[in-house]
């Protein structure tokens, strides 16, 4: 799950600077200038849907109204920022958040009514090979799991494994203490192996041993 790496990482990484229009454009939002807040958001949203989409799924109902949310509060959240980090990694913060709390509401809504999970699906008329079904069953499988997990856990086994950051990115972008990312991760962990001892026909989905 790490192939949306490229697109949502930081720009630069932890310890790299952004680029500078971008950089510019976030401070002047900053600032309440309506023209710089739009030309940025228009800069960030398709990299953000990107984000949205890797920990909801192609065909969640509400991707469209989490990538609005997610754009909705970093508008809210950049009176706030200090210029100290990437734009585009303080957006994902918000939009990984606001990704991993849709997931669990609608995974509890699901549960209220019985039903199951929506899961992400392989276009219709589209042949795919073996590799691939195995690794959308993984990918359908880990979502999953993030609707189960308490939130900040969730976040942080989000921007890990789907987004494929490092533990200091997580630390910085998230405004936490590396061991608090660590602690998190670790939590999380041992809820997934919980769940794969519950539910078996995890563990070759996600490629863990029992």
């Known amino acids: 799950m790490k192939d949306e790496r490229s697109d949502a990482a930081p720009e630069g990484g932890a310890a790299g600077g952004p680029e500078p229009s971008t950089m510019s454009l976030a401070r002047l939002a900053a600032t309440g200038d309506s023209a710089a807040t739009g030309r940025l958001l228009r800069a960030l949203a398709p990299r953000l849907h990107r984000v949205v989409r890797a920990i909801l799924g192609s065909a969640h109902p509400d991707l469209d109204d989490a990538l609005q949310q997610s754009l909705i509060g970093f508008v809210h959240a950049l009176p706030a920022f200090r210029g100290d980090c990437d734009p585009l990694g303080y957006a994902t913060i918000i939009a990984v958040r606001t990704a991993v709390t849709?997931?669990?509401?609608?995974?509890?809504?699901?549960?209220?009514?019985?039903?199951?999970?929506?899961?992400?699906?392989?276009?219709?008329?589209?042949?795919?090979?073996?590799?691939?079904?195995?690794?959308?069953?993984?990918?359908?499988?880990?979502?999953?799991?993030?609707?189960?997990?308490?939130?900040?856990?969730?976040?942080?086994?989000?921007?890990?494994?789907?987004?494929?950051?490092?533990?200091?990115?997580?630390?910085?972008?998230?405004?936490?203490?590396?061991?608090?990312?660590?602690?998190?991760?670790?939590?999380?962990?041992?809820a997934m192996r919980r769940r794969i001892e519950a539910e078996p026909q995890l563990v070759d989905m996600l490629e863990v041993s029992a």
């Open 102 to 190: 849709t997931r669990k509401r609608a995974r509890a809504e699901h549960a209220r009514r019985g039903d199951s999970v929506e899961a992400d699906t392989v276009p219709a008329g589209r042949i795919s090979p073996g590799d691939e079904v195995a690794a959308q069953r993984r990918k359908d499988a880990l979502r999953e799991l993030l609707g189960d997990l308490p939130t900040e856990q969730g976040e942080a086994l989000a921007m890990r494994v789907v987004l494929g950051w490092s533990l200091k990115e997580i630390a910085v972008y998230g405004r936490v203490p590396l061991n608090t990312v660590r602690s998190r991760l670790r939590l999380a962990k041992e």
